[in-house]
């Protein structure tokens, strides 16, 4: 596709419940990365994947919170047992993979989650 | 760590030109970037200045000093369009992902 895109873009639960996000990079990029944005504030780096693996997962706030890239193009992030703390806004990015922490991060317009 | 402190909010007139302040305090860092947000949209990439000076993209500039711990992003012949938050990041020296700022909220006014 042209862009990003991430599905669903609006996502209600009850706590405790799971969630699954998907995040469809731009096609070739190799390098993925999920963030949250509370309201106010800037995003927040969760995980950064560069293909199939996650090269770094040292945002992810605790054990409930997981994602995979399993053929290193679309990627899903889990949420088990969801808190009302959890509601948020779910970016996802994509970038070239090229040039590291230089590469430009192109993003989706997110996912709205609202736990209840 | 690092910190980027923002102004929370700006206002400016349609045609005027504005000036949004990155103030920074970080181990290191690849560049500069700022992305624009509006209301329930996507993060746009703006612009990005990995050494000192200005970069210019149409309306757009940017600004890094790293002497000062200082970067800008500056507006010109603001339109309505422009009314958005805008942030600045970093990519800490090492990391991949990009570390945003507090944004800053523009108005623009006719």
Redesign the interface.
């Known amino acids: 596709g042209a862009g990003?895109s991430q599905t669903p873009s609006n996502k209600v639960t009850e706590k405790g419940k799971y969630v699954e996000l998907r995040c469809d990079p731009i096609s070739g990029h190799t390098?993925l990365?999920w963030?949250r944005q509370s309201l106010?504030?800037?995003?927040?780096?969760l995980i950064?994947f560069?293909g199939t693996g996650a090269?770094?997962d040292s945002?992810l706030p605790n054990d409930r919170f997981f994602a995979v890239r399993p053929e290193g193009s679309v990627s899903t992030l889990k949420i088990q047992r969801t808190e009302r703390g959890d509601s948020a806004v779910y970016?996802c990015?994509s970038s070239s993979g090229t040039s590291?922490?230089?590469?430009?991060?192109?993003?989706?317009?997110?996912t709205r989650l609202t736990v209840l | 760590g690092q910190s980027l402190e923002q102004p929370s909010e700006v206002t400016a007139v349609e045609g005027a030109i504005v000036q949004i302040n990155c103030t920074y305090q970080t181990s290191g860092?690849?560049?500069l970037?700022w992305?624009q947000q509006h209301d329930g949209?996507?993060?746009?990439?703006l612009s990005?200045n990995?050494l000192d000076g200005l970069e210019e993209t149409g309306r757009f500039s940017s600004f890094l000093s790293r002497s000062d711990s200082y970067g800008y992003l500056l507006l010109q012949e603001l339109q309505m369009k422009d009314s958005a938050s805008y942030?600045c990041?970093v990519?800490?020296?090492?990391?991949?992902?990009?570390?945003?700022?507090?944004?800053t909220r523009l108005t623009v006014i006719p």
């Open positions: 990003v390098a990365y963030y106010g504030q800037g995003p927040e780096f950064y560069q090269a770094d945002g970016l990015a590291g922490g230089s590469d430009t991060q192109y993003f989706g317009p997110g | 860092f690849y560049g970037s992305y949209g996507a993060p746009t990439f990005y990995a942030f990041a990519s800490p020296t090492g990391a991949n992902n990009l570390f945003f700022g507090t944004g």
